[in-house]
């Protein structure tokens, strides 16, 4: 009999449409009650285990809510049109003109797991100077 893994440890299946191997980890749930998974596959097993371990790891990181490719442009951007609702309209626009003169010209690019504290302190470093 083959051996179980732990509750929160993710599975490993086989999907022979993707004639790949598929890991799958749940990472928690949306209010409603319905999973948040995120998935990983590779050509053998053993890349499909890595894969595993590695959304495991960012899951226990804290990275695992942004996407691989969510920049930091993006979630500006979504902080701009959905998080300053009650805010004069004066304070929108400085903050929009803000972001787009500095924020996205230095910063857009880069993804927003990736973004380390270093790497703030170096641009406000940057501004002041």
Request: proline share 2%.
């Amino acid at each position: 009999m083959t051996k179980r893994r732990s509750h929160g440890d993710g599975g490993l299946h086989w999907d022979d449409r993707r004639n790949r191997w598929i890991a799958s980890v749940t990472v928690g749930y949306i209010p409603a009650g319905k999973r948040i998974v995120k998935t990983g596959s590779g050509k053998t097993k053993t890349a499909a285990k890595d894969k595993r371990k590695e959304i495991l790891r960012d899951y226990e990181d804290g990275l695992a809510i942004a996407p691989t490719n969510y920049m930091v442009a993006d979630a500006v951007t979504y902080w701009l049109d959905n998080g300053l609702q009650g805010r004069d309209a004066s304070t929108v626009a400085m903050y929009r003109t803000y972001v787009r003169t500095h924020v996205i010209p230095c910063l857009g690019a880069r993804k927003l797991r990736e973004l380390s504290v270093e790497d703030i302190d170096r641009w406000f470093a940057e501004q002041e100077g």
